[in-house]
């Protein structure tokens, strides 16, 4: 499997150094129990939205899933949750792996993470910009989920093709090395293996617009 190159690797070093920063920023002006609640609450609401019901005690895998992500929700379900930030989210008052004994916590990135299990549903919310190489971050994600097994990816999308090509070349965003529109992203997903089931608009913003992608991995 191929390496991401270096110039992809500087980029998503920069990010991830910025990354950690913003979360102990954003997070430092939230009260803990008050930001948890809410974002719980944020992710039933999603998983609603989708109709997200995978079958009893059925393992779940939730990939980059940040300080508060989607393994918040799924206390009757063994999960497995990889985030290659996870040892500095230790160091935050809004997070604690004793909290959630049902997940199974690597520190790992999507591209290097390695193992022999498969998945029924899989999530990747929020992250898929934030990764070093977005074509072998999703193809491991296809390797992992299961034939006919769902995936459900988040990502802010560009609305406008010049604003995407300036904040490529500039980058404008420096949080997120990937910069793509919704078209990019469908296209990205059905070469990973993917057939879309659902392309939702979360939020509309001016320059973004928030969309949730549900879809099917082929079985071959």
Not at 21 to 47: C, D, G, H, M, N
């Amino acid at each position: 499997m191929k390496e991401p190159s270096a110039k992809q690797s500087r980029r998503w070093r920069i990010a991830q150094f910025f990354e950690i920063r913003w979360w102990q920023f954003y997070l430092s002006r939230q009260p803990v129990e008050k930001y948890l609640t809410e974002k719980s609450a944020y992710w039933r609401r999603v998983r609603d939205q989708f109709k997200v019901m995978p079958q009893p005690a059925a393992p779940i895998l939730d990939a980059g899933c940040g300080p508060s992500g989607m393994f918040m929700v799924w206390a009757d379900h063994p999960v497995t949750a990889l985030d290659p930030l996870l040892d500095r989210y230790d160091q935050l008052p809004h997070f604690s792996r004793d909290w959630y004994p049902h997940v199974s916590f690597f520190a790992e990135a999507i591209e290097t993470w390695e193992t022999t299990e498969s998945f029924p549903w899989v999530f990747c919310l929020n992250v898929i910009n934030h990764v070093s190489d977005l074509e072998l971050a999703l193809a491991r994600l296809s390797e992992v989920t299961e034939a006919g097994g769902y995936l459900l990816l988040t990502v802010d999308v560009h609305k406008h093709r010049m604003l995407k090509k300036v904040f490529r070349a500039l980058p404008g965003d420096i949080l997120h090395p990937h910069q793509h529109d919704r078209i990019d992203y469908e296209r990205h997903l059905r070469q990973a293996g993917f057939s879309i089931e659902q392309s939702l608009c979360l939020k509309q913003g001016r320059i973004f617009d928030y969309y949730g992608f549900l879809a099917t991995k082929k079985y071959i």
